[in-house]
């Protein structure tokens, strides 16, 4: 062995003591509060050690990225602690509060986070993305790429269960992905059982098919050199032909099994034999349980060996719990050591009692290792979070049309940004999956060309064949189009919207997606907010409204999903001009990296920044005309204003939101007839009024008095027998909770069911959303339903 693959050997051993200690320490040292298991995933930790090691300290650059795999986040951590990139007081504080985090988190752990991890997959995936974000950045010669990285996920085979693994496998072959490693931790054990006989010799053939190279790490150094000796052959079948349960099996029963039952098997009384004769038990655990992902040796060696560009694939054979007493066992995945187990392993593994916490306990030249550690390339530039300045946001003008959509206006406020030639207008990315023309963004695409590495004609435009769609590929393109996957669109924001701090390259990533099918890529939108990746999400056409198109294409829950999601400011305007004065802001919030101070106007922490979500639709409303005054465009912004004012003896208020607007205002015209002091809220963020209201009552419980939300100050003057109406194209309770500001009757409109085909008309009818609903309910309070006043309109 060299001496440097001697160092890597002591650095694995020294992560594999600590990662360990640190779960341990947390179970069975540290007093329990809840008198419940704290977890740690030892095993899990165990099987990716070496592979963490070999990368970190041999194979990565500080360029690459890494995407580490959720349950060897101790590992992680050990690394960090042994470089003395992370206090003690992190580390013995594991899974508890203010403690580095059970899975790797960017935004919630200090060490060196490329990729927050925990939800199963889409780490793995967002190092595809991340690498076609690269390729977009190198391709428009902003500077500051000199050298393209490797994007790295650290994989737990079970984790190739999940679908958006192969989604983006798809999508990295369309656009000739390159750049990435996927390091497969083959460890043949989940949480419930062992993965099946032959699953991956079906998954390398799909790897294959979508032109990745795969490398198979079976065998570690003492296994090859056992091949070559005599007998070393039937070794090597045999090794090959066990079934993935008894190997495991035997692991945790031991050499004294290992030699019984090969001996069984193989016991010729000759080469084989003397073969295994020459080992002690101890020797011949070493030799069967050291795989080629346990040997870091041989997976620097390989990882060395890869000096090309193509996506690459590296399937290592590892035993789960490898190194410990609980290697191999079935349970293992959520097990720990026991107390005597982990004191016997302790004497085992040479650190002494007391000395738990030294980063060099046990290692025999701590001087030399020291040195070691101090050239490792990947740590030699310290942090490598990046950053970029933030980029000024012009005024947009809203569309002058007299009668438009909201998708509409947005596709024009797009089109006219890409005519010229802002800052703004360069850094943005666009994309969407398979519905860049029905949701607004081709003017946008015709301008600014689909984005590829090298250029591909548009082959009507070269036959002259008349077409909308004027869509030709170049390395300058500013649209990425995604195939029919919503996780794949949430994924992409998400790298895309860490360009800055990945790439030192500012961009501002903007999506378009049928609103219904939000929810298809929820899981990654939330991994997306939770790494505070920076993007704009327009869901667009929303809810009922889209008609014809049945229940299938309507979206009732996705307002709540915009008030709940963390990470996300969610507005649902009504007005071109309020959208433009949204969009404006938006692309500057995106920007922003404050403390996150509360701003006592709204008690929003809005300096902290964050991404942005319209629900648009494609219902024109007629415009109400230019309006420049501040409290509109300050309203707007904050999430509501007043249409029209109420005054001092106001009995109703209407308070709508989005596409519903018409009818409100219809509405409230109704009602003037026989009620005179009608008010009407245009709400344009349920989200930021509800935000600003729970903060506000926080901050009066801890004495500040005086805090006032916008939405209080909104309603604050309305008499306390007011009854407020709202409505929405989407679920009731995204504004029913108006009426708890102020202690004010509601009455809700909106949809709680799936929706079905029919007019715009015959929908709003059918779920109470239209005027005559509106005033009817308002009529009912004070003289029955039978004295209704207003009757319904016959069908469009």
Request: aromatic share 8%; proline share 5%; with cysteine.
């Amino acid at each position: 062995m060299t001496d440097d693959a001697a160092r890597l050997k002591t650095v694995e051993q020294r992560l594999l003591w600590l990662s360990h200690w640190m779960i341990h320490h947390a179970n069975h040292v540290r007093p329990k509060v809840d008198g419940i298991k704290v977890g740690g995933h030892q095993a899990s930790s165990a099987s990716m050690v070496s592979i963490i090691t070999a990368l970190y300290f041999s194979a990565l650059r500080p360029e690459d990225r890494v995407a580490v795999k959720p349950h060897a986040s101790p590992v992680f951590h050990a690394m960090q602690y042994l470089m003395g990139n992370l206090p003690r007081e992190k580390m013995e504080a594991f899974r508890g509060f203010g403690g580095v985090q059970s899975y790797p988190s960017r935004t919630k752990d200090v060490d060196d986070v490329d990729f927050s991890t925990g939800s199963v997959g889409l780490g793995v995936a967002m190092t595809s993305f991340a690498s076609l974000v690269q390729d977009y950045v190198a391709a428009k010669g902003w500077g500051g790429l000199e050298r393209l990285g490797r994007m790295v996920a650290l994989v737990g085979d079970a984790e190739l269960d999940e679908g958006n693994v192969y989604e983006t496998l798809q999508e990295g072959w369309k656009h000739d992905l390159r750049n990435v490693w996927w390091v497969i931790d083959y460890n043949r054990q989940s949480l419930d059982g062992i993965v099946r006989e032959g699953l991956f010799g079906r998954i390398v053939k799909i790897f294959e098919a979508f032109g990745w190279d795969v490398v198979r790490v079976k065998y570690g150094a003492l296994q090859r050199a056992a091949f070559l000796e005599p007998g070393g052959e039937k070794l090597r079948d045999w090794i090959d032909r066990c079934p993935n349960q008894e190997y495991s099996a035997l692991t945790y029963m031991g050499g004294a099994k290992w030699r019984e039952r090969l001996m069984e098997d193989l016991g010729d009384q000759g080469d084989v034999t003397a073969l295994l004769d020459r080992r002690s038990d101890a020797e011949l655990s070493a030799l069967m349980e050291t795989l080629g992902g346990n040997c870091v040796e041989t997976l620097a060696s390989v990882f060395a060996a890869v000096e090309h560009d193509r996506p690459t694939c590296f399937l290592a054979y590892t035993i789960k719990g490898w190194g410990t007493p609980i290697a191999g066992h079935k349970d293992n995945h959520g097990g720990l050591m026991t107390r005597d187990q982990f004191a016997g392993w302790q004497r085992h593994m040479g650190v002494p009692e007391g000395a738990e916490w030294e980063p060099m306990a046990g290692v025999q030249d701590p001087e030399g290792l020291s040195a070691f550690l101090a050239r490792v390339p990947f740590f030699a530039e310290g942090p490598r979070r990046l950053g970029d300045a933030r980029i000024a946001v012009p005024a947009l003008p809203a569309p002058s049309d007299a009668v438009v959509s909201t998708q509409m206006a947005f596709g024009k406020i797009l089109d006219r940004l890409a005519r010229g030639d802002s800052t703004l207008a360069e850094r943005l990315l666009t994309t969407s999956p398979d519905v860049t023309g029905t949701t607004g963004l081709g003017p946008w695409v015709n301008r600014r060309q689909l984005f590829a590495r090298t250029p591909r004609a548009d082959a009507f435009a070269t036959h002259r064949i008349p077409s909308t769609a004027k869509w030709a590929f170049a390395p300058e393109g500013q649209h990425l189009e995604l195939g029919i996957a919503e996780m794949n669109l949430f994924l992409l924001l998400g790298a895309a919207g860490l360009s800055h701090s990945l790439f030192g390259k500012r961009l501002l990533p903007v999506g378009t997606v049928y609103d219904p099918f939000v929810n298809r890529g929820l899981d990654a939108l939330n991994y997306a907010c939770y790494q505070d990746a920076r993007f704009m999400i327009v869901g667009t056409p929303s809810g009922v409204t889209l008609a014809p198109e049945g229940g299938a294409h309507q979206s009732v829950g996705t307002p709540l999903i915009g008030m709940s999601q963390d990470g996300l400011a969610a507005f649902e305007p009504a007005f071109a001009d309020e959208l433009a004065v949204i969009m404006a802001w938006a692309f500057d919030y995106m920007q922003r990296d404050g403390e996150g101070d509360p701003d006592e106007r709204t008690w929003l922490r809005d300096e902290t920044g964050g991404s942005v979500y319209l629900r648009l639709t494609t219902k024109p409303l007629e415009q109400p005309g230019q309006r420049v005054d501040d409290a509109f465009r300050q309203g707007a912004i904050d999430g509501a204003y007043w249409l029209r004012r109420p005054g001092p003896n106001c009995s109703i208020v209407i308070a709508y939101q989005g596409a519903v607007a018409d009818e409100a205002i219809a509405a409230a015209g109704m009602i003037g007839e026989v009620r005179r002091d009608i008010g009407v809220l245009a709400v344009t963020s349920a989200d930021r009024l509800n935000a600003g209201w729970t903060a506000a009552q926080r901050a009066r419980a801890r004495g500040v008095t005086a805090a006032r939300a916008h939405v209080e100050t909104l309603l604050e003057p309305l008499p306390r027998e007011c009854t407020l109406v709202t409505v929405i194209d989407g679920h009731p309770a995204t504004l029913s909770w108006l009426g708890s500001v102020a202690g004010h009757r509601t009455l809700a409109h909106g949809v709680e069911h799936f929706g079905q085909t029919g007019t715009i008309g015959d929908l709003y009818r059918h779920y109470g959303l239209d005027r005559y609903a509106l005033a009817n309910s308002v009529s009912a309070l004070t003289e029955g339903r039978r004295a209704a006043r207003w009757s319904t309109a016959p069908s469009d």
